[in-house]
């Protein structure tokens, strides 16, 4: 779970509850769909673990690198 309103929500992707931290009811709503909702909770698994193939210390190290020779 994260805020819709932060990087997190962005960096998550599909895969995690967003909810908007200053109302405690919709964070509610939304982590009991995640939970009771068998199709959302698997969506959200799926989209997860294809999420973090995105996001690895190889890609950082060679992004970083070129940003470094380029400027």
Known sequence: MCSNNSSMSE????GAV???PNNIFTCEEE???A???KNKRES???SGYENVKKFNWELCARETLK?????
């Open 18 to 20: 967003k909810a908007d």
């Open 11 to 14: 960096i998550a992707g599909s």
């Open 31 to 33: 982590v009991f769909k």
């Open 35 to 37: 939970l009771t909702d």
């Open 67 to 71: 940003a470094i020779l380029e400027a």
């Open 44 to 46: 959200m698994i799926g």
